[in-house]
């Protein structure tokens, strides 16, 4: 049996380590890597990262990821991005102004709401909180709803389609807190962070990577499916 290719992309942005252990817990080798030729041959891809919207994309173009990452995903390969490497999948990020990302998910990364008061929640907001699934998703195998998940951010992603849109969780408003499209998943929270709930979510996406890299072979389509649902009112300006 061929062992699957799994890329952690390094551009800079931190958090390697804890991702990287995290796979391990799957019982996967990943490869930690900045080379962009990597992931031509790569089964899955995990993009993390913390930081700013306009780092992010600085870096990837730095570093050559834009492109091949865009090719990775439209190959129909499994892909996971996690915290920046969720925003960094919309259109636009309205951080620290208004900066391209990388168009793959129609939408704008916002800022949380700044709500007034001595009893108003905290940006960033940080720490544990909830997970709503919005529907059903193999991401979610094993992890019951409302499980609780760690947040570390201030902007989060607001897509123009809201049936990508398979988790919630609620700070103040509701935002979308896991995406998921065709061959895509993305947390705003941080698995590899969250307990056994994360570390479950990492295997999820890591088995049905395994499953389609034996299915399909190497360089094939393995497609982690999504469901239509109602769109929902973000509260949002």
């Given at each position: 049996m061929t062992t699957p290719n799994i890329i952690i992309v390094d551009y800079g942005a931190g958090n390697l380590r804890s991702v990287a252990r995290a796979v391990a817990h799957a019982?996967?080798?990943p490869d930690v890597t900045d080379d962009p030729r990597a992931l031509a041959d790569a089964d899955a891809?995990?993009?993390?990262g913390v930081g700013a919207a306009a780092d992010t994309m600085r870096n990837l173009r730095g570093s050559g990821m834009v492109e091949p990452i865009r090719e990775y995903i439209a190959s129909g390969r499994p892909f996971f991005g996690v915290c920046m490497g969720q925003q960094a999948l919309l259109?636009?990020?309205?951080?620290?102004?208004e900066h391209e990302c990388l168009d793959i998910i129609p939408g704008r990364v916002k800022k949380?709401?700044?709500?007034?008061?001595?009893?108003?929640?905290?940006?960033?907001?940080?720490g544990w909180n909830n997970v709503r699934q919005t529907r059903d998703h193999?991401?979610?195998?094993?992890?019951?709803?409302?499980?609780?998940f760690y947040f570390v951010h201030s902007y989060v992603p607001v897509p123009?389609?809201?049936?990508?849109?398979?988790?919630?969780?609620?700070?103040?408003?509701?935002?979308?807190?896991?995406?998921?499209?065709?061959?895509?998943?993305a947390t705003q929270f941080h698995p590899e962070k969250s307990g056994e709930n994360g570390l479950r979510m990492y295997a999820n996406f890591l088995a049905a990577a395994d499953?389609?890299?034996?299915?399909?072979?190497?360089?094939?389509?393995?497609?982690?499916?999504?469901?239509s649902s109602e769109a929902r009112s973000r509260g949002f300006p």
């Amino acid at each position: 049996m061929t062992t699957p290719n799994i890329i952690i992309v390094d551009y800079g942005a931190g958090n390697l380590r804890s991702v990287a252990r995290a796979v391990a817990h799957a019982g996967y080798v990943p490869d930690v890597t900045d080379d962009p030729r990597a992931l031509a041959d790569a089964d899955a891809v995990i993009v993390p990262g913390v930081g700013a919207a306009a780092d992010t994309m600085r870096n990837l173009r730095g570093s050559g990821m834009v492109e091949p990452i865009r090719e990775y995903i439209a190959s129909g390969r499994p892909f996971f991005g996690v915290c920046m490497g969720q925003q960094a999948l919309l259109t636009l990020s309205e951080e620290g102004g208004e900066h391209e990302c990388l168009d793959i998910i129609p939408g704008r990364v916002k800022k949380l709401p700044r709500a007034e008061g001595p009893d108003a929640l905290k940006i960033p907001h940080m720490g544990w909180n909830n997970v709503r699934q919005t529907r059903d998703h193999p991401i979610f195998e094993g992890i019951p709803d409302d499980a609780y998940f760690y947040f570390v951010h201030s902007y989060v992603p607001v897509p123009d389609d809201e049936s990508v849109v398979i988790g919630e969780t609620d700070y103040g408003v509701t935002f979308a807190s896991v995406l998921a499209k065709d061959n895509i998943v993305a947390t705003q929270f941080h698995p590899e962070k969250s307990g056994e709930n994360g570390l479950r979510m990492y295997a999820n996406f890591l088995a049905a990577a395994d499953a389609g890299q034996r299915t399909n072979g190497k360089g094939q389509t393995a497609t982690i499916l999504t469901t239509s649902s109602e769109a929902r009112s973000r509260g949002f300006p």
